[in-house]
């Protein structure tokens, strides 16, 4: 029976029944509603709403109810509409018309409201362990890699060399950001809507700071209209889910390109790739590409959450039934990407003679020449200028600055010296030590520095 229809004359309509009803993807939720209705069950009988015998026996069914969904027995109803009423009719049938003073105090706003709070608590936290995972990959490829130098690029163009343990911790960094942003959305989720009532509240003598605790809720909410109509928890974690599918999406496209055989740094895990159908050589880095394409889908649940809830006026309203499918859909996807991620980083091998020998002649010392000068006492802006004129000089003739005689430099700066062959790659990776830099010292200090992070 659907309780919701008792005023009404008529049945519903059949296609309209199926429109609104979420219980084919909000029975998802069913721990966290169950979760939420016990507390609340415990809170009325401590506030002598309703008695002891009675709270211990709608307990008692929806912890059988929770063991029935658990083992796929539970048959949910879609005349039921949701999981709160697919919950609530079950518990009629087991317990009898006390089920009935479950309801006390209490409206299905505030109860979706705090369903939704706690997954998104619960999701945020298994993304931040995920990130932890793929992070400590990272680092274990930066770490077996450490001494292995290469072209660092702006533009796609070669431009300075770098260790490519830098380059790997770039992404780190950005890992150890997102990280940081669900902490704070969490915060923010970390609010419990329940005893909000339908929209203003209710009228019993209840316990909020009580159930808070029961569910671990830091803080209640303050503001009965905004908590049942409040969806910001869901935007905050579609926006961080969105920039971490960012972040992965461009270290695919780097695993692309390094895999492709015009670079050639890398080589992928035969798990991780996949063959063609006419091309009998290809190996595809197909989990990579797929990484980079789902990311316009999680882009799309947040953009689909905004316009939705852009006009909506206070307080519930249908609309936001539209959610759960976006929100069920990011975590999902970027779970998996994150568990796929840090597995096949794993098995990434570098073909470190084939990286080292990326950097065609010695062009990419361009800057250290430019500092070279600088040192010696010219303005920079002239050193740059000179350098400029230089490298031209140097690509025009097919010659590395090392080809270069004294003499040619002379043409260019009497400030070049005998001690101009003393630049390479090696002392251009020293001589960048400070913080934040490509050095050696560096790159171990950011290595340790990661592994804190991560066991943090």
Known sequence: MNY???????????????????????????????????????????????????????????????????????????????????????????????????????????????????????????????????????????????????????????????????????YFEMFQRDKERLHDCLKRTDVLPLGSGALAGVSYPIDREFVARELGFSKVSNNSLDAVSDRDFIIEYEACAASIMMHLSRLAEEIILWSSAEFGFIEIGEAYTTGSSIMPQKKNPDVAELARGKTGRVYGHLMAMLTTMKALPLAYNRDMQEDKEGLFDTVDTLHSTLRVFAEMVKTIKVNVKRVRDAIKKDYILATDLADYLVKKGLPFREAHSVTAKLSEYAITRDKSFHELSLSEYHNFSPLFGEDVYAINLESSLAARNTIGGTSPQQVEAALVRAKNLIEE
């Open 4 to 170: 919701l229809r008792k005023r009404f004359q008529q049945e519903a309509n059949k296609m309209a029944q199926d429109y609104v009803a979420s219980i084919p993807f909000d029975q998802r939720l069913y721990r966290q509603d169950i979760e939420g209705s016990i507390a609340h069950v415990q809170m009325l009988a401590k506030q002598q709403i309703i008695t002891e015998s009675d709270a211990k026996a709608i307990t008692n069914g929806l912890n059988s109810i929770r063991e029935e969904i658990k083992q796929k027995k539970f048959q949910f109803k879609l005349e039921l509409e949701d999981i709160h009423m697919n919950i609530e009719a079950r518990l009629f049938e087991k317990v009898g018309d006390i089920a009935g003073k479950l309801h006390t105090a209490r409206s299905r706003n505030d109860q979706i409201a705090l369903d939704l709070r706690l997954f998104v608590k619960e999701e945020t936290l298994r993304t931040i362990d995920k990130l932890k995972t793929l992070q400590s990959s990272l680092v274990g490829l930066a770490e077996a890699n450490k001494d292995v130098i290469m072209p660092g690029y702006t533009h796609l163009q070669q431009a300075q060399p770098i260790l490519l343990a830098h380059h790997l911790l770039a």
